[in-house]
């Protein structure tokens, strides 16, 4: 495994997406702004009775399971030391990276007070009773570790750089003042170079021990999603309240890590208009099953050991939700069990959609469909809430979109003749398709 | 290579879903003492008459510290009453009527119940909310408080509040008068003000045992049940009522804390770090072990290109 593992996705950056997503982001970034003048009620209808909306739900709870690519990805490659995966990993990171971090940012929306905040690095206000302390502490760890799993890309962009784009704007802005441009900038810049070469063998060296605490991390804090529920045993309605949801939401975490890394591949290359890496994905995919019939298997023994099992096909609001939820993720993982659908990316792309959207549902199940506080609360969330979401989500596609075309992130495509034959065969593929 | 690694994977599952098991299965009989020295209210609902005197002195009393605003009813156009419609970021302590019919009816006074073993305090973060080993009281820090709302979702009774319409807002729930009346008086606003003796203020103890007397010496005008005496671990705010409490708007609960529950799985999983250390370690050896492995294996591969690897 060389150097050459990864590369830039030659294009332009400013693509008719890009502005879409860019709008999308600045009317969320604007409706933000807006709650922090006039409060949290004033964009949202969360209530007493309903503290935690789609913020805490889509952003935090799900968002993070949604970014588990990368631990997924992490097990996977150095753990079950399948090193043919590592070329998929960088990715994995990248959208870990946005999706952690874009999680944090979405918390400080969300909590009320900020500003205090620094308590979790106050040791006599920690609180080691609260799945809340637990998880905040090990996202803002884990989201540190996610940006240092990345810094070898930024490092090696850093060392071969000329700096042109940067130059030429310095030149530009230099000669409109009417100045020339000074020496010191040039050896800065040079020292940057410098530096990055310098940092990245040691990274190397060290990173192993960082990978791991990327997978240890998210084992903590992705269980403590689950936790944070157990105490709302009088609110959460039975068929999802278990002291089984740490296990549940760890393995849930993984299912939904495997299938999102299929969806970002398939997506990113379909979008990039790169070959898919079918051998890959199909592989993928066979370990997917096996973590939803674990899932499934503590989910009905559970219900079944609490004498819950009647309720959840008795077809009333709740067990609606329960069957939905229970019949994408044992569909989508039904369709994975067959050779030849594993070996077509629309049928990979199908269920790994199914699988994220059931164990999504099942999180939104768990936060916000099952919970209940009593007589006279309702919550639906509002236009303002959602599109601040929207605005969130917009920001991590739009920076995925831009960083893999700034640095070295995905797979590298060896020869021009195997670029040639993937491109034909994906051709051939929609050609079939349509 | 991969065989042994992929059992050591399934291991480490197994350990933690071992581990989540027996936190199940602990939670079954240690349990936490009630302590009848701290001090607490008995609500009797039968003396109730409904003058709101209560509402009044709580807002009076604490209007500064808790910053309790008015509230204005919808019909009411020129502001004259304060009349919050339920507990809110404004309001601490409500009283509320309910008819069963022309006959039947009762006043309710909701507030904090001041749990023996209070979610809100087990769930919060930052030790915002706390309970006073003494006292019993529980209390609520705005200065460390990061408004993450856990303890609204914990609660079983919904009684901390938010103030959803503030840029910088806080939580508000009833101390006691903590920090207003009970320093000075010895005794909360709205225990003082009750003109009925519907509030009787003092230690756990004397409320209980008062409480039981008048169910002793009154047959059938109450209901048999001291509200708040077991219920989510026992509570310092307690309850006599004519009428079922959850037609008042008091849920039915077990008497087990859901404090307790929770904590005893967190405690399992994290009991003294080792369940993490053991994890980071084991995973560190195996992925040592695979990248050596590896590396051993691209060493051939490196003299045949010629290349420096990359991790």
């Known amino acids: 495994m060389g150097h050459d593992e990864y590369q830039k996705h030659d294009a332009k950056i400013l693509t008719p997406s890009f502005i879409v997503l860019l709008t999308l982001t600045l009317i969320g970034f604007a409706l933000i702004l807006l709650r922090f003048v006039k409060g949290i009620g004033a964009v949202s209808n969360m209530s007493d009775g309903y503290p935690w909306g789609i913020w805490i739900t889509y952003d935090v709870a799900t968002g993070t399971a949604i970014a588990c690519g990368g631990y997924a990805m992490a097990i996977l490659v150095y753990i079950r030391n399948r090193m043919h995966y590592h070329p998929m990993i960088r990715s994995a990171i990248l959208t870990s990276m946005f999706g952690y971090g874009l999680a944090g940012f979405s918390v400080m929306v969300d909590v009320g007070r900020p500003w205090n905040a620094y308590n979790f690095f106050v040791p006599s206000k920690w609180q080691a009773n609260s799945a809340m302390f637990e998880v905040a502490v090990c996202v803002m760890a884990y989201t540190t570790v996610l940006i240092m799993e990345f810094l070898p890309a930024i490092l090696t962009t850093l060392e071969k750089t000329e700096w042109k784009t940067l130059q030429h704007l310095l030149d530009r802005v230099y000669s409109r003042l009417g100045m020339e441009r000074p020496e010191r900038i040039g050896d800065r810049l040079d020292k940057v170079k410098e530096l990055a070469a310098w940092a990245r063998p040691r990274l190397d060296k060290i990173l192993i021990f960082i990978i791991v605490l990327g997978i240890t991390l998210p084992t903590m804090h992705q269980s403590s999603l689950g936790s944070l529920l157990l105490i709302a045993s009088t609110k959460l309605h039975p068929l999802w309240h278990t002291g089984f949801l740490p296990l549940l939401f760890l393995i849930n975490c993984m299912y939904i890590g495997y299938s999102i890394a299929i969806l970002e591949s398939v997506l990113s290359c379909y979008a990039f208009k790169r070959p898919f890496e079918t051998k890959e994905l199909s592989g993928l995919a066979r370990i997917i099953p096996w973590l939803t019939v674990i899932w499934l298997s503590v989910v009905i023994g559970d219900l079944a050991w609490r004498g819950q099992l009647a309720k959840a096909v008795s077809f009333d609001f709740y067990s609606r939700f329960f069957l939905l939820e229970f019949c994408l993720i044992a569909g989508g993982s039904l369709l994975l069990f067959s050779k030849r659908r594993r070996e077509s990316i629309r049928w990979l792309f199908v269920s790994a959609a199914l699988i994220v959207l059931g164990g999504a549902l099942y999180r939104f199940n768990v936060y916000l469909i099952g919970f209940n506080p009593g007589k006279g609360w309702h919550y639906f969330p509002a236009l303002a809430e959602v599109m601040i979401t929207v605005g969130i989500v917009a920001f991590e596609i739009l920076g995925y979109q831009v960083l893999v075309k700034i640095l070295p992130v995905l797979p590298k495509l060896h020869t021009r003749e195997q670029l040639a034959e993937a491109h034909q065969h994906t051709v051939g593929k929609k050609a079939l398709e349509h | ?311």
């Open chain 2, 1 to 311: 290579m991969a065989k042994p690694s992929r059992r050591q994977f399934l291991k480490i599952m197994g350990a933690t879903g071992a581990a989540l098991l027996a936190g199940k299965k602990a939670s079954a009989n240690e349990g936490h003492k009630i302590n009848n020295e701290t001090i607490g209210m008995l609500y009797d609902a039968t003396k109730c008459v409904g003058c709101k005197a209560c509402m009044s002195a709580c807002k009076r009393v604490n209007g500064d510290y808790g910053s309790l605003s008015y509230e204005r009813a919808k019909f009411d156009t020129d502001g004259l009453w304060d009349a919050p419609e339920d507990l809110s970021g404004s309001t601490r302590t409500l009283i509320k009527l309910f008819k069963q019919s022309e006959q039947e009816w009762s006043y309710v006074k909701y507030s904090c119940m001041h749990c023996q073993k209070p979610s809100c305090v087990s769930v919060c973060p930052v030790a915002a909310m706390t309970r006073d080993p003494e006292t019993g009281i529980v209390d609520y820090n705005k200065n460390t408080c990061i408004g993450c709302r856990y303890c609204q979702v914990a609660c079983a009774f919904n009684i901390p509040k938010f103030q959803w319409e503030k840029a910088i807002p806080q939580i508000v729930k009833c101390d006691l008068c903590k920090n207003t009346n009970l320093p000075k008086k010895g005794i909360s606003a709205c225990a003082e003000v009750c003109p009925a003796g519907a509030i009787m203020f003092g230690k756990r103890k004397d409320l209980l045992e008062e409480a039981e007397k008048r169910l002793r010496e009154n047959p059938g005008k109450y209901i048999n049940h001291i509200y708040g005496a077991h219920e989510v671990g026992g509570t310092n705010h307690l309850y006599l009522a004519s009428m079922q409490f959850n037609k008042l708007g008091l849920p039915t609960l077990k008497e087990d804390a859901p404090a307790e529950f929770s904590e005893k799985i967190q405690h399992t999983i994290y009991k003294g770090f080792i369940a993490p250390v053991a994890l980071y370690s084991t995973l560190c050896f195996i992925a040592v072990k695979n990248m050596k492995g590896h590396g051993e294996a691209e060493k051939e591969h490196d003299t045949k290109t010629d290349e420096g690897g990359d991790h």
